[in-house]
């Protein structure tokens, strides 16, 4: 099981945490939303609980939940800047289709 950041995606996380002064690394998941499923849950973690699971990439601590693992297992998170717009993008090998607005998916 992996989930891996793109070096962009490591870097901003790393900038992000440092402007914070705190911070484990950055927790991701999912829960149920939106007309597909599932959306994806991106925010800074600033502890970490027993039954997380961590990966370590590009030196940076991605937490995810017991109950999102599954769904994103093999995810791969980049960092896109485009003209004054940036985000982060999700690479899941698992989802079968998104919703026409983007902001969900299906697995």
Request: proline share 3%; hydrophobic share 30%; glycine share 12%.
């Amino acid at each position: 099981m992996s989930v891996r950041l793109t070096p962009a995606a490591a870097d901003r996380v790393k900038q992000y945490l440092h402007s914070r002064g705190k911070g484990e690394g950055l927790r991701f998941g999912v829960k149920a939303n939106g007309c597909s499923g599932y959306s994806y849950i991106v925010n800074y973690a600033d502890d970490i609980k027993p039954e997380d699971h961590i990966f370590e990439s590009n030196g940076v601590k991605v937490i995810v939940d017991a109950g999102s693992l599954d769904i994103v297992d093999g995810t791969e998170i980049d960092f896109v800047k485009t003209g004054l717009n940036e985000s982060f993008q999700f690479n899941n090998p698992k989802t079968k289709d998104t919703c026409g607005c983007g902001e969900s998916f299906s697995v």
